[in-house]
């Protein structure tokens, strides 16, 4: 599996109709939605925003696909088809179309959503999906700096964080560095 750690995009053009391909790194459904939502913002006068999504769960895999209003199995399919041959997970694709009067016809839409996702995953700098874990830990104020450093060596980072009479923190970090990570919060935190 792979994913991306950084939004993508292009923009093609076939027989006056516009088509924008964005690739954006989500790692939750409410991701996605909050991302289409942003598309709907950035193309209020677009035609179409197909879309398709993989995300990884700890329970399995979700996907789904949307023709958006274009014929059945022309938009949508097509652009999930690319996400799984590319084994892409924790991604939002979603190809904009602005119709330019010419009609395209089934095979035509088919290809021209399908070319575009091809395009901007093309483009995109895929990297090995990691599997993430999340850690909740109780930190005293003081130690919260060394604390931020070690976590950012181990490739985690901070979530959540609820500061009372000490640190409430909720961290993501690589599967595999969960370890390192309870050996250095006991060694450093709890001598």
């Known amino acids: 599996m792979q994913s991306i750690s950084s939004p993508y995009a292009i923009e093609d053009s076939i027989k006056k109709s516009r088509f924008i391909g964005m690739l954006i790194p989500c790692l939750t459904e409410s991701d996605v939605a909050k991302n289409l939502r942003h598309c709907q913002v950035l193309h209020p006068s677009a035609s179409h925003i197909a879309f398709a999504y993989r995300i990884k769960t700890s329970n399995g895999l979700i996907s789904r696909f949307n023709d958006a209003g274009e014929p059945s199995g022309t938009a949508g399919k097509p652009i999930f088809q690319h996400l799984e041959g590319k084994e892409l997970v924790n991604v939002l694709l979603a190809v904009i179309r602005y119709f330019g009067g010419t009609k395209l016809g089934a095979g035509g839409l088919t290809r021209a959503y399908g070319n575009t996702a091809k395009q901007v995953i093309e483009i ?12 909740q830990l109780v930190l005293d104020y003081k130690q919260m700096q060394l604390f931020e450093h070690v976590l950012k060596k181990l490739g985690g980072e901070i979530i959540k964080q609820n500061f009372a009479e000490q640190v409430h923190l909720t961290v993501q970090l690589p599967k595999q560095n969960l370890t390192a990570l309870t050996e250095a919060f006991t060694s450093l935190f709890l001598e």
């Open 124 to 135: 995109a700098e895929l990297h090995p999906f990691i599997r993430c874990v999340e850690q």
